[in-house]
């Protein structure tokens, strides 16, 4: 048997189904569209259930992919075996409605057998236990002996969640040899040892079930098939691991050889291999889809397998940071598969590079605060961390638990690790109860979904604004409807419509539909799933009824707005990249007709001179009056064109690239001007950010900018008017007013500093000794913090070497202040632990450092007993 490699293996199975007559769809980005059931992609079907639902009409009956997945249920496990891993790709061959198990199970034969080579001799199938027609087309028709098939139960060999499509499932085994068994003798199919190992699962959807464990046959029965690219791999290369195979083995190696280690030599030098290995494609993968690191959803899972592999390059003393060299390895190993990755490669590179300077700090951080509590549990006698603790550590700082025990164990500290798991697992029922429920194909159960697959929608707004067309479908929120009257709130749908649905950024059209009989005002437009195109609103004049031949009406002025402001961000986009770098994407953007927001992809915030530069950027062009262009083209013919992609978003294989001059190229479905002179002006509002390592920049153009200004006038002149000038004097008057200002302020500065001398009196008769120190402990009346400090100053300079503790009582507030020398803080005075003891007399609290500190409170009767009681405090701390 030949070894072929990953890369190689990928193309085989995708040209292997290709000449069965299936379409090869690209590998669907890791996040997941229109399924709320799912954080990411997780299996090779998973982004194909609208297909199986009904809700979308496929490409093509007949499909293949190569999916990325990944799975983070068992995380901790990963690398302790080399069983586990996040990252993953899934072959698979789909049929919705075409073929069924005998052409399924002949092609798994087919494939496994004649085009890569397996012996056929060590391959065993399994199927359902009353699935007698998968097991007679094994036997009878691919000729397996009996004694090879094994027959299991639902457990094993059927594939349902819940209610929804489900059925039974064929899985094919393969006899890697004794070497790998357990050296039972009853050893077989099914054992839980690594001899047996599941290449691939057949299944066969052809039932419904009604939630209550009833089944009923579908009248358009699927395909599901699945096989692990790894797994193949490492049966076709003959390895005893994912982490053997050619590209993953050749990042495991490098891992190594940063490490300074050898693998296979001892046990935590391999966990810590592994876990750098596969976390570190697992984040490749999933910045190269658009997932940017945080504190929730998927960005936090990107975060937590970040920080596992930087934290396991500290076990291992690797020097230094070392993620991206790792990154671009995987880079190197799979765009072959995935293009994307090279083609994105300098942001992944530095998003990386950001997260782990971040978590340096971060692991430090958490160090010092380790310190901290065991500390406190020396200070305690204790022998044992909290998990609330140990949870705090994890949750807040990025400390794995692990981490947090070892450091632990060498001083002989325990963790409750079940007070711990407990943290965890509120939090984790945080998350359950926050994830919406769906049924196993994850669809939302609404009114869209009775409405038949194959109505669907054409738009025709890039060319007109008007438009006829018959109505097909109505709705109100909870059911289809044959007619919607005056008053009625509901959704029309039509086969050919000029309103833009709100996509890509690019907020709805707003207008108006009639009829014969009826008005119809569209207050929003959605997009569906199979390309339907829902207006919502309501009817504000007589009846719309399904059938009536209706005339569409765009807002003509609110979409000339969304155009000025949806170009201006292509424009902006361009220059950012200019002005800050090609790592620049798109994050997401909002556009309506009073204003834009742009989301992008960048580690700090703008410096004035930066953002001045990219909005004269922008304004020049638009002062060139660039002409617009709007092509379809192949995507691999547009992508040579260097247009620009949104991140994560799903392309077909034609696309709509907008070219505004020479200036920019992106692809976008979005609506525009013709010429760029048509947005008139461009202002930048707030620049901002929203997340780690994404800004945001809010701005203006055409009317909005107008309206901006005209108001900026109008606040100009109540301004003026309120300090009796004129506009174009009224810097002049604002500088005077300053000045006039700050001398009144040094004027009652000067007073309430006489008037707290003159409150204090001569108190230096009240000058006692503790301990060989001087202190000066006083009572001083209405006097505020201000003046407290001022007089302490002149207090502490007159004492010369001692401490000065002063209270004062001002309009019901308490406030109490207190200072030390250098000498007085040499013998054990601290004034901040001083004003702590005392402050509690007052009412309030405070603190502060060794030789200055204040605290407020709320009764003044204490301070008498405030005031009498830091001879006792200083005494104490002197010993």
């Known amino acids: 048997m030949q070894k072929y490699g990953v890369n190689e293996l990928r193309r085989m199975f995708l040209e292997f189904f290709e000449s069965k007559g299936h379409l090869a769809m690209k590998s669907f980005s890791l996040v997941p569209h229109n399924d709320k059931s799912l954080l990411l992609i997780n299996s090779g079907m998973a982004p194909l259930k609208p297909y199986f639902t009904g809700q979308e009409i496929p490409p093509c009956k007949r499909v293949t992919t190569c999916q990325k997945c990944i799975r983070t249920g068992d995380i901790e496990n990963?690398?302790?075996?080399?069983?586990?891993?996040?990252?993953?790709?899934?072959?698979?061959?789909?049929?919705?409605?075409?073929?069924?198990?005998?052409?399924?199970?002949?092609w798994t034969w087919e494939f496994l057998t004649e085009v890569v080579g397996?012996?056929?001799?060590?391959?065993?199938?399994?199927?359902?236990?009353?699935?007698?027609?998968?097991?007679?087309?094994?036997?009878?028709?691919?000729?397996?002996?009996?004694?090879?098939?094994?027959?299991?139960?639902?457990?094993?060999?059927?594939?349902?969640?819940?209610?929804?499509?489900?059925?039974?499932?064929s899985e094919v085994y393969y006899d890697r040899g004794e070497a790998y068994g357990c050296?039972?003798?009853?050893?077989?199919?099914?054992?839980?040892?690594?001899?047996?190992?599941?290449?691939?699962?057949?299944?066969?959807?052809q039932f419904d079930n009604d939630g209550n464990n009833n089944y009923t046959e579908l009248e358009q029965k699927n395909i599901d098939t699945g096989m692990g690219l790894e797994r193949l791999a490492c049966i076709v290369q003959d390895v005893d691991s994912m982490f053997d195979v050619d590209t993953i083995k050749e990042l495991r190696e490098h891992v190594s050889r940063l490490a300074d280690a050898e693998y296979g030599k001892e046990y935590d030098t391999d966990v810590s291999i592994r876990v750098i290995t596969d976390h570190i494609r697992s984040v490749t993968f999933m910045i190269s889809d658009g997932i940017m690191p945080s504190n929730e959803g998927r960005g936090y899972v990107l975060r937590r397998l970040l920080r596992r592999a930087c934290r396991h390059g500290r076990l291992l003393a690797i020097q230094g940071k070392f993620l991206t060299k790792l990154a671009q390895t995987v880079i190197d190993g799979s765009k072959d598969g995935y293009p994307e990755l090279e083609e994105k490669k300098d942001f992944i590179l530095k998003v990386i590079d950001k997260e782990e300077d971040q978590f340096n700090k971060t692991i430090d951080q958490g160090l010092?605060?380790?310190?901290?509590?065991?500390?406190?549990?020396?200070?305690?006698?204790?022998?044992?961390?909290?998990?609330?603790?140990?949870?705090?550590?994890?949750?807040?700082?990025?400390?794995?638990?692990?981490?947090?025990?070892?450091?632990?164990?060498?001083?002989?500290?325990?963790?409750?690790?079940?007070?711990?798991?407990?943290?965890?697992?509120?939090?984790?029922?945080?998350?359950?109860?926050?994830?919406?429920?769906?049924?196993?194909?994850?669809?939302?159960?609404?009114?869209?979904?009775?409405?038949?697959?194959?109505?669907?929608?054409?738009?025709?707004?890039?060319?007109?604004?008007?438009?006829?067309?018959?109505i097909t479908v109505l709705t109100t929120e909870t059911e289809l409807v044959d007619a919607l009257t005056e008053g009625q709130a509901g959704t029309l749908f039509v086969g050919e419509t000029p309103f833009y649905a709100t996509s890509g950024g690019q907020e709805a059209d707003k207008g108006v539909i009639r009829t014969a009989e009826g008005e119809f005002q569209v207050e929003d437009v959605i997009k569906l799933l199979g390309g339907k195109i829902g207006h919502v609103g309501r009817v504000t004049k007589g009846m719309v009824k399904v059938g009536d031949t209706a005339e569409l009406l765009v807002d003509e002025e609110t979409r000339a707005l969304s155009a000025n402001n949806h170009s201006a961000t292509h424009l902006l986009h361009k220059a950012l990249r200019m002005v800050l770098g090609s790592h620049v994407e798109q994050a997401g953007s909002s556009v309506n007709a009073d204003r834009l927001r742009f989301d992008f992809t960048h580690f700090s915030a703008l410096t004035p001179e930066e953002l001045q530069k990219v909005e004269d950027i922008v304004n020049e062009q638009i002062r060139k009056h660039l002409n617009v262009k709007v092509e379809n083209m192949p995507?691999?013919?547009?992508?040579?064109?260097?247009?620009?992609?949104?991140?994560?978003?799903?392309?077909?294989?034609?696309?709509?690239?907008?070219?505004?001059?020479?200036?920019?190229?992106?692809?976008?479905?979005?609506?525009?001007?013709?010429?760029?002179g048509a947005i008139s002006a461009f202002k930048i509002l707030s620049e901002t950010g929203v997340a780690a390592g994404v800004r945001r920049i809010e701005a203006l153009t055409a009317k909005g900018l107008s309206v901006y200004y005209k108001e900026l006038e109008?606040?100009?002149?109540?301004?003026?008017?309120?300090?009796?000038?004129?506009?174009?004097?009224?810097?002049?008057?604002?500088?005077?007013?300053?000045?006039?200002?700050?001398?009144?302020?040094?004027?009652?500065?000067?007073?309430?500093?006489?008037?707290?001398?003159?409150?204090?009196g001569d108190v230096m008769d009240q000058v006692t000794e503790v301990s060989g120190v001087k202190l000066l402990a006083a009572k001083i009346e209405d006097v505020d913090m201000n003046g407290l400090r001022e007089l302490g100053d002149q207090l502490k300079e007159k004492l010369g070497e001692g401490?000065?503790?002063?209270?004062?009582?001002?309009?019901?507030?308490?406030?109490?202040?207190?200072?030390?020398?250098?000498?007085?803080?040499?013998?054990?005075?601290?004034?901040?632990?001083?004003?702590?003891?005392?402050?509690?007399l007052v009412g309030g609290g405070g603190g502060g450092r060794p030789n200055m500190a204040q605290a407020g409170g709320k009764n003044p009767e204490g301070i008498d007993d405030a005031v009498a009681k830091v001879p006792e405090v200083l005494k104490e701390q002197l010993k």
Request: charged share 30%.
């Open 78 to 106: 990963v690398g302790k075996t080399a069983r586990h891993g996040t990252f993953f790709e899934m072959l698979g061959n789909f049929s919705f409605g075409d073929y069924f198990k005998k052409e399924s199970i002949a």
């Open 118 to 169: 397996l012996d056929p001799d060590r391959l065993y199938p399994s199927v359902y236990l009353e699935d007698d027609e998968a097991w007679e087309i094994w036997n009878k028709n691919i000729g397996i002996p009996a004694e090879r098939i094994f027959r299991f139960g639902k457990e094993d060999n059927f594939w349902e969640h819940g209610s929804g499509p489900c059925g039974p499932c």
């Open 183 to 205: 050296g039972k003798p009853d050893c077989t199919v099914g054992c839980d040892c690594d001899r047996y190992m599941e290449i691939w699962n057949n299944v066969f959807t």
């Open 368 to 470: 010092s605060i380790l310190s901290e509590m065991e500390a406190e549990l020396e200070k305690k006698g204790e022998k044992t961390l909290s998990g609330e603790m140990a949870f705090k550590l994890y949750d807040t700082y990025g400390f794995p638990l692990d981490l947090t025990k070892e450091i632990l164990e060498e001083k002989g500290i325990d963790v409750d690790e079940e007070g711990f798991q407990a943290a965890m697992e509120i939090q984790r029922k945080t998350a359950r109860d926050a994830r919406e429920v769906t049924n196993y194909m994850g669809a939302d159960v609404t009114v869209y979904e009775s409405i038949d697959p194959s109505v669907t929608s054409v738009f025709v707004g890039y060319d007109h604004l008007s438009y006829q067309s018959e």
């Open 635 to 676: 995507i691999e013919e547009a992508k040579k064109t260097g247009a620009a992609a949104l991140f994560g978003e799903k392309y077909g294989d034609i696309v709509r690239v907008v070219s505004m001059g020479d200036f920019s190229v992106e692809f976008c479905g979005g609506t525009h001007v013709a010429n760029t």
């Open 714 to 760: 109008e606040k100009l002149l109540k301004a003026s008017k309120l300090l009796k000038t004129n506009p174009d004097k009224l810097e002049e008057k604002i500088q005077h007013l300053q000045n006039e200002n700050k001398a009144l302020r040094s004027e009652v500065e000067s007073l309430k500093s006489k008037l707290a001398k003159d409150a204090a």
């Open 803 to 840: 401490v000065v503790v002063l209270a004062s009582a001002m309009g019901g507030k308490v406030s109490l202040m207190a200072m030390a020398t250098e000498d007085a803080v040499k013998k054990g005075a601290h004034a901040g632990n001083l004003i702590k003891a005392v402050a509690s």
